[in-house]
C-alpha cells in the first residue's frame, strides 16, 4: 500500500526557514530568511490537510490553488508545481517574500486553527518558485499569434506589470509608462532589499522585455506625454499609477527640517543599494546613521522604515504608533523582527508636536482605547496630561498614502474619481465610465497589498482581451 504523502501535520511540526541572527542582518540590506533546501520544502508541505474547503485558497486575493501545488511538491514534482502556481499568480516568487500570509492565506489554514500550526506556505511558494527560476523553467511571453491591438499602460507596478504579462501573452502590443527610470512601482523603491531583493524584481522586468513588453520609462504623464496622446496611440489604456501622495502630520513644528517622508526615505536608500548617487543620503538628509530616529506610524511601510534606519546605523530608533500592538495594521512577523533587530515600540503614543527646526524632538501623548470606530477597531482617545518629549534628530512620516489628484494633473476632468480621490472603475474588469480607459490596482482600491494590485491587473487583461475578442467578433461579421 502506497505510503500516504500528506497529512503529516500530527507527526511533523510547523518549520519556518531558518533567520539569520538579529546582529548579523541588521547591517545589511539581505533577505533575513534562508531558503528551504528540497528535503524541508517537501517535508513542509506534506503537513498539507488537503482539508475539503481549503480556506487558505479562498482567503487568498488571487484564489491560489495552495493545496494542489502543496501536495505536488510533497510528492517532488516541482515543475507542475511552479505551473500550478503560475496559473493563478504573475509573480509567485514576489508573493511568498512579501505577502502577509499571517493575514491571508496561512492565517486561515485549518490546522492552524485546530492548534498544530499552518502551513509554512509562503516559504513553499518562494521555493518552487526560486526553484523554477533556478532550472530555467519561467520563460518570457511567446505568443503563437500577434495581435494587432495594443494598450497602455501607466504605471510600472504590480497591477500594471501583471496585465502587461497576461496580455502580451495573448498577443497583443503592450507598452507601460512609467514616471521612474526602473520599472516595478514600490516593488523596486519602496520595499527594502531585507524583504524583497532587488534582482528578484529586475529579473522579472527583464523577462517582460525580452518578452516584447515595451517600456517608456523617465516618463511622467502629464508632463513629458499627456494622456489624450496615450489614448490616441493604443486601444485601450490602463491607468495603474498606486498612491504615492503621502499623508500628512499636523502640529506645531510639523513642516521643521528632519521630518521627512517614508516613500522619499525609502526610495532614497533603494536607490544606493543599486549604486545610484543619491545626494539625500550624502547630504545626511535621508541618512539616519548616527542620529535617533522617531518613525509615526504602525502600518507595513513604517515597518520598512525603522528597520532601515537600524541599518543605515542610527543610535536608535523608536516607532510611535497611537493604537496598541493587537490594533496595529502591519504584519505582526514584521513587528517581531524589528523587534529583534533593535526597533523599541511605543504603543498607545501620538505626536502632538514638534521641536526645533532643524527637529530635535517629538512631543508625544499617551493614548488610550475606547470604542469601535468605522473600521471596527478601538478608536485611541488622548489621555490629558500625559505629554514628554521624545528625542528625535530625524522623523519619517509612515501615516499612509492617498491618491494624486489624476483628473488635474493629467487635464481629464471627465475621469471621475471617488470623495477620496480614487478612480471610479467597475469591479472586477477596472472599467472606467471613459471609452476603452481601465484602472487597477492602489489608484482604485486606495492603498492595498501587492496581491491585490496583482488580482486587478490579471482581471483587467482578461476584460480586456474579451473586448477585443467581441469587438474582432462583430466586425467579421
Known sequence: MAKQPMLKFVDIERDMP????????????????????????????????????????????????IPDWLNL?????????????????TFPEICGRICPQDRLCEGNCVIEQSGHGTVTIGSVEKYITDTAWENGWVQPASPSVERAESVGIIGAGPGGLAAADMLRRAGVQVTVYDRYDRSGGLLTYGIPGFKLEKDVVMRRNEQLEKGGVTFKLNCEVGKDITFEDIRKAHDAVIIATGVYKSRDLQGPGAGSAGIVKALDYLTASNRLSFGDTVPEIESGELN???KKVVVIGGGDTAMDCVRTAIRQGADSVKCLYRRDRDNMPGSQRETQNAEEEGVIFEWLAAPKGFQGDPVNGVVVQRMRLGQPDASGRRSPEVIEGSDYVEEADLVIKALGFEPEDLPTLWGQKDLEVTRWGTVKAEFTTGKTDLDGVYAVGDIVRGA??????????????????????AKTAIAAE
Not at 457 to 465: F, H, P, V
Open 73 to 89: 511538491t510533497a510528492t517532488g514534482r516541482l515543475k507542475e508545481a511552479y505551473e500550478v502556481s503560475q496559473a493563478t499568480n
Open 18 to 65: 531558518k533567520k539569520r541572527a538579529a546582529d548579523d542582518r541588521n547591517k545589511d540590506y539581505n533577505e533575513i530568511y534562508a531558503a528551504f533546501a528540497e528535503a524541508k520544502a517537501e517535508e513542509q508541505a506534506s503537513r498539507c490537510s488537503q482539508c475539503g474547503v481549503p480556506y487558505c485558497q479562498s482567503h487568498c486575493p488571487l484564489h491560489n490553488n
Open 288 to 290: 539616519a546613521k548616527g
Open 448 to 469: 492595498s497589498l501587492v496581491v491585490w494590485a496583482i488580482r486587478d491587473g490579471r482581471d483587467c487583461a482578461e476584460a480586456i482581451l474579451k473586448n477585443f475578442d
